[in-house]
């Protein structure tokens, strides 16, 4: 039966969906199908690549069925495998589904248009799939083609003369039932009007129609992503192949295969294929490629507050899922006649505090940050993000920060974690802020735009996850600086005064419910006002956050200004380089090397950013002796100044290893057995990273185990190039305020660039003026030695059968995954 001879990749996305609904679920679903599956060895699935789809819960989209059929599709699992493999399972449901499939009349190939000159040879191709004994009948306009190749699967028009000129169509007939072709016109031409590129045939009988049989699909892709768009062509000579992307030629792609390992943002587009031979040209269908982020699921919510518990507060037992609680994501054009901004450049820093040494710990922040920082990527965001930082560590990644801010461009200051506010001033909270802390134990947002507003900034945000109950510790009125009419600043709380800001439990992962909503929005092409004003309409429809949380917007900012907007770098060129340069540094990962060993195994090591300070490790065995039976490389003796979790290191699974977010770059391919390992608090890291390599293995005529191992050493990767653990040169400042960031002095447009010209060290630069006052920073909380909590958010986080909790905190957002 010709339908089941197909492959599952033939069938359409609508199928596969659907089949894919009924395998996700517990008793009789995918991980049942994959070891079914495995009778075939070209289609066992590793472990790792079982962690993979098991992990695609994690997506709001995500399907681990969906995710397995992709699997066997590519290992060219047939329809009749499948169905074979379903009836083991007993799953009858599939099975009465796929026999329907299998038996449906489907086009396969479609005729293609062609131009071709007076007697030359044109062949239409019309081939479909289904039931037995399907029978074709070829029409030109209302005509049926009587001649001897009018019903088969192949239309020969040789040699073409005027009256073969018109439309064709193609019917296929299964008893009385039948489906059409798409129609397409055939068109005689002068020889002048021949090229190599038309559908012209210049020798009679000596090629035969070119046609495509693989079209490129549409993807939906996240960065880091591997994108691969095959087009196929049946043709006489053989096919050549050009891709264009937007309708420009990607000169770099010459094959039937178009491959990028790991998309961007900048991949995003309209993919066609130009299909070519010395006689005939056709283009491919289009595929439109769409970059973007990994959302979390969309799951029922557990509540737990980020804000001070009151006396006799009660924990709160909710879980919901209300009207306007995942409002849907819409693109809003602009109106064309709206006059368009745009940016000198787009930065962004976010920040999120979890692990607080002397506070209730957050889970959420980890997700929001992942979130949010892939969104912002998609708008172009040159973006920084770490998770847990003390008061140093804060403040120097402020200075940073503000290192890349200058004349035009669109700043962006994203904080989730504990904080409060006092007399109209909001205050972040580090981690280790003590217990009974004050202004002086944290940062002051305020200060923070009056330092952005020397940078003559085109747009200044502030998204602040945090809570905003007074602080009754702390009595000091902190006055920043005054503020300039620029008619430039967005203010967007989580929540109201005096009100605190709520997470919520997932399965595997927390999401802040500020977060929750806004990543609906924040990508719309609208003003940024506008777009927030809409995310507290969502808000205030979600049943959860009705009379508890309410999002605030404070803002003066009279023009159009949109997060959407393009870059334009003429204006600051020589500070755009500067800034790219400075952003790079601190996100670049060691080199992925090969070590050998004296037993003759080569081990790899490689590395993937999950944020900015926080890196995985992971090991391989890539070549080893015959006489070598088990081998395996562990790594051990990190310096003290990070942190890693010696119970998750050297896992099997990035999920063992502590990592809930999906890791898809720079890691090895799924079928290759490695060892994961994730070392965080990078921005703690002195001296550069080494660490040990041990090699285990046992020969196959020895029962004890050998140990070889090796250091290595690999500089100081990612954000510990900036050293944020070293204070920044103070400066005058305000004596009401002890630690504002006035204390900072940030270098203009030029001085960056001066500098960046000659850099040769692993440091992120820094410039002071001379000093205006005397004033220092004499805070007590200020603490330069690592926090190194137990990780314990695992564990927190995957608790979903635990009631909501109120947690004494102040508020906390996201984190960055790179």
């Not at 209730?360 to 040159?382: G, S, W, Y």
């Not at 205030?540 to 949109?562: D, F, M, P």
């Not at 490389?633 to 890693?644: M, N, R």
């Amino acid at each position: 039966m010709e339908g089941w001879k197909i492959s599952v990749g033939s069938l359409s996305e609508d199928v596969l969906n659907r089949l894919a609904k009924m395998l996700d679920n517990a008793t009789c679903g995918w991980r049942q199908l994959a070891s079914a599956a495995s009778e075939q060895p070209s289609l066992r699935c590793s472990e790792s690549e079982l962690t993979s789809c098991s992990l695609q819960v994690l997506s709001a989209t995500g399907s681990p069925g969906r995710t397995l059929l992709a699997r066997l599709a590519d290992r060219s699992c047939s329809l009749d495998f499948l169905c074979h493999c379903l009836r083991k399972l007993d799953h009858l449901e599939a099975v009465q589904y796929l026999t329907t499939i299998a038996e449906m009349m489907r086009i396969t190939v479609q005729p293609q248009s062609q131009q071709a000159k007076v007697g030359s040879r044109v062949v239409l191709s019309c081939r479909a799939a289904g039931p037995p004994d399907l029978s074709y009948q070829w029409f030109r306009g209302k005509e049926e083609i009587s001649d001897e190749t009018g019903c088969t699967p192949e239309l020969i028009l040789c040699p073409l003369g005027p009256g073969h000129q018109g439309h064709y169509i193609c019917r296929v007939n299964h008893g009385e039932k039948c489906i059409f072709s798409q129609w397409v016109h055939v068109r005689l031409v002068d020889s002048a009007d021949s090229s190599p590129g038309c559908s012209s045939t210049l020798f009679p009988g000596s090629a035969s129609g070119l046609s495509i049989i693989h079209q490129p699909q549409p993807q939906t892709l996240s960065e880091g992503d591997a994108l691969l768009l095959e087009c196929k062509a049946k043709s006489n000579p053989p096919a050549q192949y050009e891709w264009y992307r937007n309708a420009e030629p990607l000169s770099e792609h010459k094959t039937s295969s178009l491959r990028i390992p790991c998309v961007t943002t900048a991949h995003r587009g309209e993919y066609r294929c130009k299909v070519f031979n010395f006689y005939h040209e056709m283009w491919s269908d289009t595929a439109t490629v769409t970059v973007g982020p990994t959302s979390i699921t969309d799951a029922p919510w557990v509540e737990a507050h980020r804000g001070p518990v009151s006396p006799g507060s009660q924990e709160i037992h909710r879980s919901t899922c209300g009207p306007g609680m995942n409002p849907l994501k819409q693109r809003v054009s602009q109106p064309p006649t709206a006059k368009r901004f745009h940016a000198t450049d787009k930065v962004a820093l976010l920040i999120g505090n979890m692990n607080y040494l002397y506070h209730t710990q957050l889970c959420a922040p980890i997700a929001d940050v992942h979130e949010l920082t892939n969104l912002l990527r998609q708008m172009d965001f040159k973006v920084v993000s770490l998770l847990d930082l003390n008061w140093q560590e804060m403040h120097s990644a402020v200075t940073e920060f503000l290192l890349l801010l200058d004349k035009g461009v669109y700043g962006l200051l994203y904080f989730a974690g504990h904080g409060y506010e006092n007399y109209g001033n909001s205050f972040m909270v580090p981690i280790d802020a003590p217990a009974s802390y004050t202004s002086e134990h944290c940062l002051c947002v305020q200060n923070i735009l009056t330092r952005m507003q020397e940078k003559e900034t085109g747009l200044n945000v502030f998204l602040l996850d945090m809570c905003r109950k007074r602080n009754p510790n702390d009595d000091v009125i902190v006055q920043p600086g005054l503020l300039k009419v620029t008619a430039n600043i967005v203010f967007g709380y989580a929540t109201c005064v005096d009100a605190e800001a709520y997470e919520v439990k997932r399965q595997n992962v927390s999401n802040g419910i500020f977060i929750n909503f806004l990543k609906q929005r924040v990508c719309e092409d609208e003003k940024v006002t506008v777009m927030l004003d809409r995310v507290a309409e969502d808000m205030g429809r979600c049943v959860i956050t009705r009379g508890r949380q309410a999002l605030e917007l404070r803002s003066n900012l009279s023009e159009r200004r949109c997060l959407t907007d393009q870059i334009q770098t003429s204006e600051c060129s020589a500070s755009f380089s500067a800034r790219n340069l400075q952003w790079a540094v601190a996100h670049v990962l060691p080199t992925s090397r090969y070590l050998p060993f004296d037993c003759g195994v080569t081990v790899q090591l490689g590395y993937a950013a999950e944020f900015s300070n926080v890196m995985v490790i992971y090991t391989r065995i890539l070549e080893k002796p015959a006489d070598i039976v088990s081998c395996c490389a562990q790594l051990s003796d990190f310096p003290g100044d990070v942190e890693i979790d010696l119970k998750k290191s050297n896992q099997e699974t990035l999920l063992e290893a502590g990592s809930l977010l999906l890791i898809k770059e720079n890691l090895p391919l799924p079928e290759v057995p490695s060892l994961y390992s994730r070392i965080r608090g990078l921005q703690r890291l002195r001296s550069e990273l080494t660490f040990t390599v041990c090699l285990h293995y046992t020969y196959s005529n020895m029962d004890e185990e050998i140990l070889e191992r090796k250091s290595v050493t690999v500089g100081k990767p990612l954000v510990s190039k900036l050293n944020l653990h070293k204070p920044r040169p103070p400066r005058a400042c305000s004596s009401s305020s002890s630690f504002s960031l006035d204390s900072f002095d940030v270098p203009e447009c030029s001085s960056i660039t001066k500098d960046f010209t000659s850099v040769d060290s692993n440091t992120w630069p820094y410039h002071a003026q001379s000093a205006r006052g005397s004033s220092t920073n004499d805070s007590a909380a200020s603490s330069s030695s690592p926090n190194m909590p137990e990780e314990t958010d695992c564990h927190e986080l995957g608790d979903t059968l635990n009631p909501p909790v109120v947690s004494q905190s102040f508020s906390h957002s996201q984190v960055d995954l790179q």
